[in-house]
């Protein structure tokens, strides 16, 4: 088992779930990726390292990663894996310049202003990883490319509303300051874990926001693209769910287990997802009430 197998294996992400919907050359690719973008996040998000080390390190990474770019070899374990990737399926420098961008917020900020900047945040931490994976997926439409910004943008905003509480822990509010205002709720509410009506009615502004872009991921992926983007639409469909069970208990994260999906809802989504791609059933739907 190579190392980034091991890395994506021991997340147990939702998104890494889509992946076995992929030919076994384009799994592995994403699992490399995946794995990638796990290691660099979690320095960002590591306690136990001050944040000029933290700097330090994501520096070195992106110096190492940046020699696949002028026929170099990397140092880094998990970058010799994806080199070969990167060149096989023409990665862009400049989208993982944008994803060290993403990470690196988390390091100068612990509050987003207004839905702008939270956009901005998404677009780097999702968005991006999204228009690398349609590289490895492969389409034919550069309309697909818009899919991928939308989807991403749809995915992390769950994520904020999933992640309320236990961001809060860390003294991270990823929900932006304006809205707080605007709902009448203080920092200190979220920090301290406390649910009221007008959290209620913040967090559903943002899952208004959220609901925004999968409904526009959902309509702006091409017909043509639709069977080589089935691993997209899986996450999509999977995160949806997640979505609706957040709006199941009024996002009260505070007082709730983090939602999940069961195996069983899992499994017959995949299920779901391979009727699609191979007995041309309906696609999976999200997006929609």
């Given amino acids: 088992m190579t190392t ?16 076995i919907l992929l030919p076994k050359e384009k799994r ?8 990638f973008c796990r290691q660099i996040d979690d320095i960002a998000d590591a306690i136990n390292i ?3 080390q933290k700097r330090h390190l994501l520096a070195q990474w992106r110096e190492d990663l940046s020699k696949v770019y002028v026929n170099s070899s990397p140092s880094l374990e998990i970058n010799q ?12 420098k400049t989208l993982f310049e944008e ?10 900020k612990n509050r987003f202003a207004n839905m702008e900047e939270l956009e901005q945040y998404c677009y780097r931490v999702a968005s991006v990883p999204g228009l690398l994976s349609i590289e490895i997926f492969g389409y034919s439409n550069p309309k697909t490319r818009q899919y ?9 905003l769950t994520n904020v509303l999933r992640d309320v509480a236990s961001d809060a822990k860390r003294n991270r509010i990823y929900l932006p300051l304006s809205q707080l205002h605007a709902f009448g709720v203080t920092e200190e509410e979220i920090l301290q874990g406390i649910f009221s009506d007008r959290y209620l009615q913040l967090a559903r502004s943002i899952a208004a926001r959220a609901r925004d872009f999968y409904q526009l991921a959902s309509q702006c992926l091409p017909p043509e693209d639709r069977h080589a983007m089935i691993a997209a639409e899986l996450m999509g469909k999977i995160y949806w769910e997640l979505l609706k069970k957040l709006e199941q208990i009024q996002f009260n994260v505070f007082h709730n287990p983090k939602p999940k999906l069961s195996k069983t809802k899992k499994l017959s989504l995949i299920l779901m997802a391979l009727a699609h791609k191979y007995l041309h059933t309906p696609r999976l739907k999200y997006g929609l009430s």
């Fill in 81 to 92: 894996e994806l080199a070969p990737i990167i060149l096989k399926f023409q990665l862009p």
């Fill in 148 to 156: 991928a910004v939308c989807l991403g943008k749809a995915l992390q």
């Fill in 99 to 108: 994803l060290f961008k993403g990470v690196e917020m988390d390091l100068e």
């Fill in 4 to 19: 980034a197998t091991s890395i994506t294996r021991k997340s147990k992400s939702n998104l890494a779930l889509a992946f």
């Fill in 50 to 52: 001050e944040v000029p």
């Fill in 28 to 35: 592995y690719a994403m699992t490399v990726l995946y794995a």
